[in-house]
């Protein structure tokens, strides 16, 4: 695991971490992943919906997310997700989102008003 580091200050420098679960519009597919950059890993599932999935598949909608501080958290965060089942998944969703809204639109919105993908509210915030 690779941590930046800066030399000026001899203090590792944090980076959040996101874990994340997109669907498709038909919830047929749910898919969890691990990002440090939300806005753009969201953005380029949906300018590329058929580079990872079957034509049929094409998620690319953020129906959950949670905020990490530090790379580890949030790695075993994604292996213990990764492991659930689809109805798992599907209450954790719901828990957070019931309606299986796109969160990235109004990640979109935030990030034009503020400037900056880290300052957006998560689901939850570690």
Request: with cysteine; aromatic share 12%.
């Amino acid at each position: 695991m690779d941590i930046p580091y800066d030399l000026k200050n001899s203090n590792y420098i944090h980076m959040k971490r996101f874990v994340y679960i997109l669907t498709d519009c038909n919830r047929k597919c749910l898919h969890v992943g691990l990002t440090d950059d939300l806005l753009k890993t969201v953005s380029f599932y949906k300018e590329h919906k058929q580079l990872f999935f079957d034509s049929t598949d094409k998620v690319s909608r953020l129906v959950y997310f949670e905020e990490f501080n530090a790379e580890e958290p949030a790695l075993c965060r994604f292996n213990v997700l990764a492991t659930f089942t689809r109805s798992q998944k599907e209450r954790l969703i719901r828990s957070a989102n019931k309606d299986w809204l796109d969160l990235s639109l109004q990640l979109g919105k935030e990030h034009l008003l503020m400037g900056s993908v880290q300052q957006f509210p998560a689901v939850y915030l570690r």
